[in-house]
Nanobody, 117 residues
Framework: QVLLVESGGGLVQAGGSLTLSCTIP????????MGWYRQTPGNQRELVAS???????TVVDSVKGRFTISKDNAKRTVTLQMDSLQPADTAVYYC???????????WGQGTQVTVSS
């Protein structure tokens, strides 16, 4: 069973920062596109940022300039640095790995991020 383990969510005031981290098994890390999604009640899960196995990154417009995605190949982690947080960023954040050899998606358990105004 492939498990993605997340950490780093919590409660922060508007304008603050949080760092989310996800550890991905070595069996898939090197051949996956990895990303962070978020979901609010009643809404679909949406992509926030992604990073390819080669290191190319994408960030959605709503968080551009505030969120940064990165990965550490040695530690097999993908990190989402979130700065200048806004109440609209409140959601459950999920780590994702799309294993390119099988096109199978793997998900973390989700971590709550709450931004108070």
């Amino acid at each position: 069973q492939v498990l993605l383990v997340e950490s780093g969510g919590g409660l922060v005031q508007a304008g603050g920062s949080l760092t989310l981290s996800c550890t991905i098994p070595g069996s898939i890390f090197g051949a996956s596109t990895m990303g962070w999604y978020r979901q609010t009640p009643g809404n679909q899960r949406e992509l926030v940022a992604s990073i390819s196995f080669g290191g190319a990154t994408t960030v959605v417009d709503s968080v551009k300039g505030r969120f940064t995605i990165s990965k550490d190949n040695a530690k097999r982690t993908v990190t989402l640095q979130m700065d200048s947080l806004q109440p609209a960023d409140t959601a459950v954040y999920y780590c994702n790995a799309l294993f390119l050899l099988t096109r199978r998606n793997y998900w973390g358990q989700g971590t709550q991020v709450t931004v108070s105004s």
